[in-house]
């Protein structure tokens, strides 16, 4: 019986995310490259930067917003965003976008891409990054 009960909370729990309604996951740097392509025009996605805004400053993904993460109002900022948008979220290495995909989490954010490598891992791989703070 307990098998059965697994089974079933393993198939439900695949069913809501095939269904777009609940995933938290990590996805590489040309994964999230192709989300973006995906959605250019879409007011479903928002790219979160996670860092500082003095490394913000230095350099981002263009149509990035700013939220630090090590800031004290992180989650009273969040709070005020809509749970129910895509945010592919970054910083510069995965670590703080990370901790905040788990933090968004706990407020109810449901559809949430932490792009592993960071800022780093996108720069390696040539993609373009705008400067100042103009999207902030």
């Not at 938290?24 to 979160?48: F, Y």
């Not at 490394?55 to 939220?67: C, L, P, R, T």
């Not at 995909?101 to 792009?115: A, D, E, I, V």
């Amino acid at each position: 019986m307990k098998r059965y009960i697994v089974i079933l909370l393993i198939a439900i729990s695949g069913l809501t995310s095939a269904t777009g309604q609940n995933f938290n996951k990590n996805i590489s740097i040309s994964e999230a490259d192709q989300l973006i392509r995906d959605t250019t025009g879409s007011i479903d996605l928002v790219i979160l930067d996670v860092r500082t805004p003095e490394e913000f400053s230095k350099g981002h993904i263009k149509g990035a917003i700013n939220i630090d993460f090590w800031g004290k109002g992180f989650m009273d900022a969040m709070a005020t965003h809509n749970i129910n948008r895509t945010y592919l979220i970054y910083c510069t290495s995965g670590v703080r976008s990370n901790g905040a995909m788990n933090k968004m989490r706990k407020l109810g954010f449901t559809k949430l891409y932490n792009m592993k490598g960071g800022l780093f891992g996108w720069k390696a791989a040539k993609m373009p990054v705008v400067t100042g703070d103009a999207e902030k």
